[in-house]
């Protein structure tokens, strides 16, 4: 049976704001609802910011209705102007039509395309926008817009009052595009309910009015909260910027360290969000986390969860494994080559001919500038050669260090970690 999406989506801190939260309780509570989330295809991947709508979407097909992945083929070659502060540069044709190819193979890892009657539908904008006539829209679209409400948006006064960041007419017709998306989508596919991110509301209500002008029709918006950090920053980035569901973008292990370096202080919030565990079994991993917060369990149950979802077991396997060795907590003498291979395009790697002695090897490796550093270093005890601490600073590395694959792992000071392949 169809569940009130809305009350169970709250409970978890996902909604920020809904329409007519009663009514559309009741509504869901009595029928399978059709909602539909944009996806803005102004680059070839989805990042973890989006991962907040498209768990809402994952969510509503669980609780029983039918999710909508609408794809901006058509509102991408305008661009949002939400909350920016210039025009973005316009995307050609086929440049959209490629983001769009790629962003509907990561939303497929989310969503169920068979499942019945409330199989997941992916939809793109452009076949409907590209085929409406100017004089049409204007006629059909555009009459049902007071120009007031158009401008009374904080970035658009904004932009209006400072000359240097003025607003252009394709970019303020961009909430009318979206509006005709959700009339559309309400009238072909019986879908009644839009969601998004907070920045999305006006333009939200402005699909509501059309349908409400135009067909005498109920819709209903949902948005969803902006997730922030317990820094304040906004979730989603790594210090090498944002965190992205393409692999060619952010490798699965960068993808999984991401999530084990979760903030203790958000831990519990980002599992109500990103995962599918039930409320009580958040509340025992919280409890266990707050008498252990050393362990990491947390955040190894939620990387291990995200990295599967994105990218598979296999992988979410690999950079686990790989993610253990570099902690300490798997001998590396143990690990297999596939895992050394993965550790190698994560971290510094250098090139070394066997026999060598341990200096030379870190400096190959780039873990020190000189061979005297490298030997007071070892002098110190702060060098170790596959896991194991050395103290002779004449220690060569011989064929019997070397592990599977042709890797040998050093590390200097407690976090250091670097690979030497062996050649030749």
């Known amino acids: 049976m169809p569940q009130n999406f809305c009350e169970i989506m709250s409970g ?6 809904c329409s007519s939260p009663e009514d559309l309780g009741r509504k869901m509570e009595n029928e399978m609802v059709a909602g539909y989330v944009g996806f803005d295809p102004s680059a070839d991947s989805l990042h973890v910011g989006n991962m907040v709508p498209i768990m809402g979407l994952a969510w509503l097909q669980r609780l029983g209705h039918r999710p909508i992945a609408l794809a901006g083929g058509g509102t991408g070659l305008i661009g949002d102007p939400s909350g920016k502060t210039k025009e973005r540069g316009l995307l050609s044709v086929d440049q959209v039509q490629h983001n769009v190819d790629c962003i509907k193979g990561q939303l497929a890892k989310f969503l169920d395309f068979d499942r019945g009657s409330n199989s997941a539908i992916m939809a793109n904008n452009y076949d409907w926008l590209s085929k409406i006539g100017f004089i049409e829209f204007l006629r059909d679209t555009g009459k049902y817009f007071p120009v007031n409400f158009l401008i009374n948006r904080d970035y658009v006064r904004s932009r209006i009052e400072d000359p240097e960041k003025s607003i252009t007419y394709t970019e303020l017709s961009y909430l009318l595009l979206q509006a005709e998306d959700f009339d559309h989508l309400y009238s072909e ?6 969601m998004g991110g907070n920045d999305q509301r006006v333009n939200i209500i402005g699909g509501m009015d059309l349908i409400r002008k135009r067909r005498s029709g109920a819709a209903y918006g949902i948005t969803f909260q902006l997730l922030l950090a317990a820094s304040g920053e ?3 980035k790594s210090e090498e910027g944002a ?3 393409d692999p060619n973008r952010t490798s699965p292990y960068k993808f999984y360290q991401f999530w084990i370096n979760a903030d203790d202080r958000d831990i519990e919030r980002l599992h109500r ?3 599918f565990m039930s409320l009580d079994e958040i509340s025992v991993l919280a409890a266990d986390h707050a008498a252990h917060p050393e362990r990491r369990e947390f955040q190894r149950r939620l990387a291990f969860e995200m990295t599967e979802r994105v990218h598979g077991a296999d992988i979410a396997r ?11 907590e798997t001998d590396v003498r143990s690990a297999s080559s596939e895992l050394l291979d993965t550790l190698a395009a994560e971290i510094p790697t250098g ?4 026999p060598i002695s341990l200096a030379d090897g870190l400096v190959a490796s780039g873990g020190v500038s000189s061979k005297g550093e490298a030997k007071r270093k070892i002098r110190e005890g702060g060098v170790y050669l596959n896991g194991e601490r050395q103290a002779d ?6 064929p019997g260090d070397v592990l599977l694959g042709g890797y040998v792992q050093v590390r200097v000071g407690k976090k250091d970690f670097r690979l030497l392949r062996r050649r030749g």
């Open 189 to 194: 596919m019986n879908c009644c309910l839009q």
């Open 243 to 245: 965190v992205y569901l």
């Open 12 to 17: 978890r801190g996902f909604v920020e704001w």
């Open 393 to 398: 600073e004449t220690r060569l590395i011989t």
């Open 234 to 236: 906004k979730f989603g």
């Open 351 to 354: 090139d070394i001919t066997i």
């Open 273 to 275: 969000v990103y995962s």
């Open 318 to 328: 690999r950079v686990r494994d790989a993610s253990a060795i570099l902690f300490g």
